[in-house]
């Protein structure tokens, strides 16, 4: 059912109104709206903000050095008390995490240069003089630089013609690194020359070292460096140690960026705000506010009709789950029946007729089953889980309904859906037409709890007549009454479908296209006959896979081929009925149920709440 | 072999349901994979809704299955006893309740998957609206969810 809300107009003193922000969060019962047009939204919470990013990127950061945990995920809990005290320590780890990986950062930086370096120094490394050698002035001068292979003879022949001396130092892809030596005099006629045959000078620094050497200290540097990296490293991922404490951190300070941007406005003395509060928990609201002061005033109105209140639902565990199905569609509004109730129920038959067998439906509630224990998934993804795990049931009775146990087929009690394929037509069809018929009275429901009496009459019990009574033509033995259900349903349609115009023509004339509408109702129980296509598809398919693994199952390296070939073809077939059923069932709901009655558009209730991210639970004696 | 290529055409049909329902199957799922992986590049946590879009225009390869294996359990291929004395009028029979599922099957998988496509863009922007981007996907397998029920209906008839 749908929670009725109610309106919190609170005024307190100013000087209150941390701890009662505070307070509000933590028992997390007021959405806070818009109170006023001039309201300040913009407001500065942007030390948080920062400090929030930070702790994002350091548990970005040592989220890869974090040992693989084996098998699941531990749940992070904590009490109120330390979720609520900011400890200093925190900032200072977050800190350190963000030196550590700088200094990381500068070092992979440094290697990068010295690599370029290195690979410089690199085709020089056999040159035996030192390389301030090469510029002391003797007679001669000396060039360093590269040349391509192809040219070297021309350029032996060049130098040795004027009487100079050069030595091949290495080589390196197409080109060579070259040292000659000539004489002063020749030097500018021979430097033309050599720039011709592609010669390209390369200055070596002049240091009093050999390059040898020069190379052997840029590699101690790189390794030095390297281990320098892989210490930082491991501290960090020594930090990985300390992840919940930042997944605390990052959690705490978005919760106090959401309370510093509620809404909420101020004058000289006092705060007043507004908000959305559930009109079934009054009482901890009341609580919520005493705690922290006496002075304060409030008043809790019923909505206006101008105004969407939030939309809150309150079921039992099983209806609970089949919520995830119709929010994906859209969340009912306030003003309208839950269809939950009814919904959950018809989700649960159909879902299982479409898997329809006993055996896939066991697998489905041991693995799910074991996930939900195991995994302990939160939100909708429990909600999803929780769909299959109850399906699963509904899995389990159609299964043996109609005989099938991993595609093969003992003792049908029903119907055998591959060899009777009309029988379950007719069955899927009968349960479409029960399926809209069960829509058309939540409709008049709807209409009986809002005093609209004509509306059932003209909208639901006309249609339902109509339906039954087209059914009951196909029985020979109920046809008269079938006929005569029709016709005074189509009578009633006719008449009363246009009961908001005056005009007796008119009237008239919006019945007859009201009556139109049945061909859209043809195509709407047509519709269900996706659930013989999809029960069948899957009983074939199991079917199929048996028989393959029947021929493999010759001897006994064939039962063993056998086996996998089973396990494997029956996995990939649960696998895509699962996901068939759960896309088609939710359509049958979407269009072809929710068409008769829903409306839709409901707004989430959002309080103004602890903002729980990373951390899975505050333990919070309030809550019990 | 008897004279008349009854069986033939029978298994003729059969093939070329399943063949042409696993093509737009394979054609749709590829097209939809290709958005679902340029989304997930960016959004790896929309994996699990993207993955359901993608699967959508899967079925019609399963479907055109389902009626190739109908066709053949009527003709005893399956249980080892292939009725090759099937007259010409039964052959060409299962051939023609193979058509709905020939023709619409390749069609509704590959203009499914354009629908899909379009899905997963929106799902990108919006991710809350992966639910009605999922109806929106579901409404075109209607048509071949109806061609597979008229072909199951004329196989199992005949």
């Given at each position: 059912m749908i929670v009725p809300m109610k309106k919190l107009k609170l005024v307190a003193l100013k000087e209150d109104k941390e701890r009662l922000l505070v307070s509000l969060q933590r028992y997390g019962e007021v959405m806070f709206t818009k109170c006023n047009e001039d309201i300040n939204t913009d407001i500065d919470?942007?030390?948080?903000?920062?400090?929030?990013?930070?702790?994002?990127?350091?548990?970005?950061?040592?989220?890869?050095?974090?040992?693989?945990?084996?098998?699941?995920r531990n749940q992070i809990e904590v009490d109120y008390d330390e979720f609520k005290t900011n400890n200093p320590m925190q900032e200072d780890l977050l800190k350190t995490i963000e030196k550590t990986d700088e200094e990381i950062n500068t070092l992979k930086q440094e290697n990068i240069t010295l690599q370029e370096k290195l690979a410089f120094f690199l085709?020089?490394?056999?040159?035996?003089?030192?390389?301030?050698?090469?510029?002391?002035?003797?007679?001669?001068?000396?060039?360093?630089?590269?040349?391509?292979?192809?040219?070297?003879?021309?350029?032996?022949?060049?130098?040795?013609?004027y009487g100079g001396e050069f030595q091949i130092i290495s080589i390196l892809g197409y080109s060579q690194a070259i040292v000659y030596a000539c004489y002063e005099d020749d030097d500018t006629e021979i430097k033309e020359q050599t720039k011709n045959l592609g010669f390209t000078e390369v200055i070596l620094p002049s240091e009093k070292k050999y390059v040898s050497e020069i190379i052997l200290k840029l590699?101690?540097?790189?390794?030095?460096?390297?281990?320098?990296?892989?210490?930082?490293?491991?501290?960090?991922?020594?930090?990985?140690?300390?992840?919940?404490?930042?997944?605390?951190?990052?959690?705490?300070?978005?919760?106090?960026?959401?309370?510093?941007?509620?809404?909420?406005?101020?004058?000289?003395?006092?705060?007043?705000?507004?908000?959305?509060v559930r009109s079934d928990r009054l009482q901890r609201l009341q609580k919520s506010i005493t705690e922290v002061t006496d002075i304060y005033d409030f008043e809790l109105v019923d909505p206006e009709q101008s105004e969407m209140p939030p939309t809150v639902l309150k079921n039992n565990k099983f209806v609970d789950a089949f919520e995830s199905v119709t929010d994906m569609f859209s969340k009912p509004n306030p003003y309208e029946v839950d269809p939950n109730p009814v919904m959950s129920v018809w989700y649960w038959i159909i879902f299982g007729m479409m898997m329809g067998d006993a055996g896939y439906g066991v697998l489905m509630l041991v693995v799910v089953g074991l996930m939900l224990k195991k995994m302990k998934p939160k939100g909708n993804m429990r909600r999803l889980f929780l769909v299959i795990f109850y399906g699963s049931f509904s899995t389990i009775i159609w299964g043996i309904l109609f005989g099938s146990y991993f595609g093969f087929t003992f003792f049908p009690i029903l119907l055998e859906p591959i060899n009777e394929p009309l029988k379950m037509l007719l069955v899927s069809l009968i349960l479409g037409g029960c399926h809209l018929i069960c829509g058309l009275m939540v409709k008049a429901y709807h209409n009986f709890r809002d005093r609209h009496y004509l509306p059932i009459l003209s909208d639901s019990v006309s249609w339902i007549l109509l339906l039954i009574g087209v059914g009951l033509l196909f029985l020979p033995s109920t046809a008269e009454i079938g006929k005569w259900m029709a016709i005074s349903g189509a009578a009633i349609i006719v008449l009363f479908a246009g009961?908001?115009?005056?005009?007796?023509?008119?009237?008239?004339?919006?019945?007859?296209?009201?009556?139109?509408?049945?061909?859209?109702?043809?195509?709407?129980?047509?519709?269900?006959?996706?659930?013989?296509?999809?029960?069948?598809?899957?009983?074939?398919?199991?079917?199929?896979?048996?028989?393959?693994?029947?021929?493999?199952?010759?001897?006994?390296?064939?039962?063993?081929?056998?086996?996998?070939?089973?396990?494997?073809?029956?996995?990939?077939?649960?696998?895509?009925?699962?996901?068939?059923?759960?896309?088609?069932?939710?359509?049958?709901?979407?269009?072809?149920?929710?068409?008769?009655?829903?409306?839709?558009?409901?707004?989430p209730f959002q309080p103004l709440t602890l903002q729980l991210k990373h951390i899975d639970m505050v333990n919070d004696n309030i809550n019990q | 072999m008897s004279d008349n290529y009854g069986l033939f055409y029978a298994i003729l049909g059969a093939a070329l349901v399943a063949s042409l329902g696993g093509f737009g199957s394979a054609l749709g799922v590829q097209m939809a994979g290709k958005a679902a992986a340029g989304v997930s590049s960016e959004k790896p946590e929309l994996f699990g809704k993207l993955l359901i879009l993608q699967a959508l225009p899967g079925t019609q390869g399963i479907?055109?299955?389902?009626?190739?294996?109908?066709?053949?359990?009527?003709?005893?291929?399956?249980?080892?006893?292939?009725?090759?004395?099937?007259?010409?009028?039964?052959?060409?029979?299962?051939?023609?309740?193979?058509?709905?599922?020939?023709?619409?099957?390749?069609?509704?998988?590959?203009?499914?998957?354009?629908?899909?496509?379009?899905?997963?863009?929106?799902?990108?922007?919006?991710?809350?609206?992966?639910?009605?981007?999922?109806?929106?996907?579901?409404?075109?397998?209607?048509?071949?969810?109806?061609?597979?029920?008229?072909?199951?209906?004329m196989v199992t008839g005949i």
């Open positions: 919470a942007s030390k948080e903000e920062a400090l929030l990013q930070r702790a994002e990127k350091s548990l970005l950061l040592i989220r890869k050095f974090k040992e693989k945990q084996k098998g699941l085709p020089w490394a056999s040159l035996e003089i030192m390389l301030s050698d090469l510029s002391t002035p003797h007679a001669a001068i000396i060039h360093t630089g590269m040349l391509e292979i192809r040219n070297s003879e021309a350029f032996m022949d060049l130098i040795v013609k590699q101690n540097s790189i390794t030095n460096n390297h281990q320098q990296i892989e210490t930082l490293e491991l501290s960090l991922a020594e930090y990985a140690n300390e992840t919940d404490k930042i997944k605390l951190f990052a959690d705490q300070a978005a919760t106090t960026i959401m309370r510093k941007k509620a809404l909420i406005q101020e004058t000289i003395d006092t705060v007043y705000l507004e908000g959305w009961w908001k115009q005056k005009n007796p023509i008119a009237r008239i004339g919006i019945g007859l296209y009201s009556l139109y509408g049945a061909t859209s109702y043809l195509g709407d129980i047509l519709s269900y006959s996706r659930i013989l296509a999809l029960a069948m598809s899957s009983a074939v398919l199991g079917m199929v896979m048996n028989m393959l693994a029947a021929m493999l199952a010759t001897n006994i390296i064939g039962y063993f081929f056998a086996a996998i070939v089973f396990v494997i073809g029956h996995v990939f077939n649960l696998a895509m009925g699962l996901l068939s059923a759960y896309v088609h069932t939710s359509r049958l709901q979407y269009i072809e149920f929710f068409g008769k009655f829903y409306e839709g558009g409901g707004i | 479907y055109g299955f389902l009626i190739a294996v109908l066709v053949l359990i009527n003709c005893g291929v399956l249980s080892g006893a292939p009725d090759v004395a099937m007259s010409m009028d039964t052959g060409l029979s299962y051939f023609a309740a193979c058509i709905p599922g020939i023709i619409v099957l390749p069609i509704s998988a590959y203009f499914q998957a354009k629908m899909a496509v379009s899905s997963i863009n929106m799902v990108a922007k919006q991710p809350d609206a992966s639910g009605k981007g999922i109806t929106m996907t579901v409404l075109v397998e209607t048509y071949a969810v109806l061609a597979l029920l008229a072909s199951i209906l």
